[in-house]
Nanobody, 122 residues
Framework: QVQLVESGGGLVQAGGSLRLSCAAS????????MAWYRQAPGKQRELASE???????NYADSVKGRFTISRDNAKKAVYLQMSSLKPDDTAVYYC????????????????WGQGTQVTVSA
């Protein structure tokens, strides 16, 4: 079994910063892309940022220049540093990782965390 556990969410004023963390545990042989998604009330879940195992990053236009994604492959963790937060950033943030559980696995399986709430007050 694989688990992803997020932490670091909370309530912050507009203009403030938060750092989200996500740690993977369980039967893990290799982790490919790790990503942060977010879902605001009444809206569809959307990609905020993603990072490949080699460190190539991608950001949604709405967070570019304000959010920074990073990962620690040894710790099986991904982080999202969020700065200059806006009320529109209020959402539940989910971690997603593409994982092979064994060296014999043919495909990567996508796993999701349970989500962490980020609330930005005006």
């Amino acid at each position: 079994q694989v688990q992803l556990v997020e932490s670091g969410g909370g309530l912050v004023q507009a203009g403030g910063s938060l750092r989200l963390s996500c740690a993977a545990s369980g039967n893990i042989f290799n982790i490919d892309t790790m990503a942060w998604y977010r879902q605001a009330p009444g809206k569809q879940r959307e990609l905020a940022s993603e990072i490949t195992r080699g460190g190539v990053t991608n950001y949604a236009d709405s967070v570019k220049g304000r959010f920074t994604i990073s990962r620690d492959n040894a710790k099986k963790a991904v982080y999202l540093q969020m700065s200059s937060l806006k009320p529109d950033d209020t959402a539940v943030y989910y971690c997603k990782s593409s994982i092979k559980s064994t060296s014999f696995s043919l495909f990567y399986v996508e796993y999701w965390g349970q989500g962490t709430q980020v609330t930005v007050s005006a």
